[in-house]
């Protein structure tokens, strides 16, 4: 055998040979125990997601007073209660309401809200105060805190190109993976591979040019496990052909393959409609609806809906009136949905937005959004919520 | 360290990198020379001229139709493209290098994200314009340009309703740093800047005198019937402020873990001269430890330093420049587009399994004219434009098409150069055995240069 395929062969598979101690071989952790093996699934829609007309109040006058031409019908409405109803284009997700897998909890925000979309969706991902700046992400933060389930970059995936801000921690940060196969010919790359295999490891310290190595070999092994454990399963449930719809395809190959990845990150964008809103909302509310939908079928249909739980977010809602382009500006508190076999709590969380009790035309957010992450934190992911969270929230029962 | 790595350190830091033939014809000079040099090109000032219309104007009606507002966004997104594609080209093109290299410096820590264009493009010619100039000169006219008075909301701070978001940013990420002020000296200063404002039309600077609060406020311990430059005054009087800048401006150019003796002489430097920058700077780039190896190749390139490296070094000219938007994109720093006012936190932060793997495919993808497989995500603020267009994501730009001009960089490599001295001249970290023998193995000099740009040492400079 060549000293390059010798090396090939047993530097990265078997872990500790030439790689320094600092560089913590995973490939050699035992596998822990797949089955019992909770999940979570993030869904960020990018935007400010008009939450009024995604849950529409359809029993308080105020909403048709305010929404002159953007107001969804009443006969069009998917009645959930008195009050509130489902936007028609989230039709596929009647079927799981009444299943009792999916809670919606109304007016969630945080105090002084910001209406710029970065600003607020930075204050989202990293969990900050809106007067606060902070580097790392919720997620990442998790993946810092060293818990016993989570060592791996692979711990956390974001279904994409490229990682957000949410799923960076100071020390860990998660993979973006869009496509495993992809992901694993990149890493396969014949200069890529040589530069993994080179014939010294003087480079391998604990400054930036080791760290980037780090990386680097960090990435080549995940993509390996990555790729040989996702393509173990084949996900046969029928999904809508979207670009969406193949993300959620995709997450379900990683959970029903035993992937040990326990948070899922995908966004889909599209929600900033300012401008003849009721067309480009409704469809992307069908992408999602109908997404998700197929999403918590399939991993009903596999066993794995009572280990996993789905949350989707928006960075903010919109104003309660509408603007004058049939369209909605920025506003703040917003709703919040969760998907799982096992709810705490099943339906609607808490009352319904009050549309006459408003800040400067805005709803008040009656739910801080912390609240909801140190649920998904201490009660769903068993870790230390207030050190990721840098604070103390008395969480919710909706797990 | 002999004179060659000295220069060649120096244009890594003070500039985005020297030429090879340039590298070559100074490679006895002495630092102070070569940053003699350098000072004296930066002393054009090139302003961007790439938007000449205000948008905001066309939007005044708050009853704008359906078509109107789409309009408007679609030419917002060019406005966008054209600006990034401007600022990116001088980057690469300047021979004011240390200008634009401070100007880049300034535009993070001065960190500002409007959708207009027209004032982004003011805001940074403010940058530009005293870059190496004076620090309460810079300061004044960011504070007073139309850009930060919209995006930290000083046009609403008025005596009956004091806003205090651009008070306390001023301390905390311009000036002193988180801890060394109250938030009474906070509420005071806002009431200081009350009446601070810009015309809205050309975005020119006016002080409403009767949204000025002119009662006494206290401030830091002193009273008085202060205005938004007296603030600004008892600011710069506390040596914490040069102390805060001189910090970040170690942290740009030198290392990133701040060296506190360093630093302290840095802010002695900077102070005594009343906030002059070139004093500091000279400091800095004449410093023994400025060119101690622990700070040589080891800072992460953002990725426009790493974008604009490789299009300088290669004369590389685009064909659709919107492609570096979308590496921007891809690689996590949008030019005009910081997450917050903090701006882009910068180092290791720049780096993950995704994006150090587009880094290491990009430069290469470049000079080959290559495939791109890979797009990044909108922005945030982007939504608005692909909600407007009916779009889910941008359409992805395919290939660079992309010319680098190989003869020219090929030229400047001398004839008896050997091949790990061009290496070394790509690379700022030291050559290691791994490398080397890469370096021997390439089938020739082109193969070479595409591989040493495709390694994780040219990420750092």
Known sequence: MKRRDFLKSSTLASGAFLIPAFLKPFESMAMSAVSGYKNLVIIQLSGGNDGLNTVVPFGDDVYYQKRKTVAITPNEIIKLNDIQGLNPNLSALKEIYDQGWMNIINSVGYPNPDRSHFRSMDIWQTASNSNEFLSTGWIGRYLDSNCQTCQNPYTAIEVDDTLSLAMKGSKMKGIAVQDPNKLYQTTREPFFKDLMHGPDNDHLHEDNLGYLYKTMIETYSSADYIQKTSKTYNVVAPYPATGFGNQLKNVSKFINSGLNTRIYYVSLGGFDTHVGQQNQQGRQLKIYGDAVAAFVKDLKQTGKLDDTLIMTFSEFGRRVEQNASNGTDHGTANNVFLFGGKLGKAGIYNNAPDLANLENGDLKYQIDFRDIYATLLKKWLNVNDSSILNAQFTGLNFV | ?461
């Open chain 2, 1 to 461: 360290m002999d004179n060659l790595k000295q220069v060649k350190h120096l244009y890594a830091r003070a500039g985005f990198g020297a030429d090879f033939a340039q590298l070559h014809n100074q490679r006895n000079w002495s630092a102070k020379k070569t940053l003699k040099k350098l000072f004296k090109e930066s002393e054009e000032v090139q302003p961007l001229a790439a938007i000449t219309e205000n948008l905001d104007l066309r939007q005044l009606r708050k009853d704008a139709a359906e078509g109107e507002r789409k309009a408007i966004q679609e030419l917002r997104n060019q406005q966008e493209r054209a600006l990034n594609a401007a600022w990116m080209k001088q980057m690469s093109t300047t021979n004011a290098q240390l200008r634009e290299k401070m100007t880049l410096f300034w535009h993070n820590h001065f960190a500002c994200n409007i959708g207009n264009y027209y004032f982004q493009q003011q805001l940074n010619n403010v940058q530009r314009m005293h870059a190496l100039g004076n620090f309460k000169t810079l300061l004044i006219a960011v504070s007073q340009s139309a850009a930060m008075l919209n995006f930290l909301n000083n046009q609403q701070n008025s005596k009956a309703h004091p806003n205090e978001n651009f008070a306390r940013e001023l301390m905390e990420l311009f000036t002193l740093g988180r801890g060394n002020y109250t938030e009474q000296d906070v509420k005071e200063s806002a009431r200081a800047f009350t009446g601070w404002a810009h015309n809205g039309k050309s975005g020119e600077f006016v002080f409403k005198a009767g949204n000025h609060d002119d009662l006494p406020k206290t401030f830091m311990g002193q009273t008085g019937n202060f205005n938004g430059e007296n603030i600004i005054d008892i600011i710069l009087a506390n040596k914490q402020t040069a102390k805060y800048i001189s910090t970040k401006l170690y942290r740009y150019f030198v290392n990133e873990t701040p060296d506190e003796t360093h630093v302290n002489q840095m802010a002695d430097v900077f102070y005594k001269a009343g906030y002059e920058l070139k004093p500091v700077l000279e400091f800095v780039f004449t410093a023994n430890w400025f060119y101690e190896d622990k700070n040589v190749g080891n800072l992460i390139k953002s990725p426009v330093e790493l974008l604009v490296d490789i299009t300088r070094r290669f004369h590389v000219s685009y064909d659709n420049p919107d492609v570096l938007l979308q590496f921007q994109r891809t690689l996590g720093q949008v030019l005009f587009r910081p997450p917050n006012v903090a701006g882009w936190p910068g180092g290791r932060n720049w780096i993950d399994s995704s994006s150090l793997m587009y880094r290491i495919k990009i430069p290469s993808t470049i000079l080959n004219a290559g495939i791109i497989d890979f797009a990044g995500k909108a922005t945030p603020e982007d939504e608005a434009y692909l909600a407007s267009q009916r779009k889910q994501q941008f359409n992805v730009i395919k290939r660079v098409q992309a010319n680098a001009d190989w003869n020219k960089f090929l030229e400047g490599i001398p004839l008896k150069a050997q091949r790990e001295q061009v290496a070394a001249y790509l690379l700022e970290p030291p050559l290691n055995a791994r490398i080397v023998a890469e370096v021997n193995k390439a089938a020739d000099i082109k193969t070479m240069v595409i591989q040493l740009v495709s390694t994780p040492e040219y990420q750092l400079c």
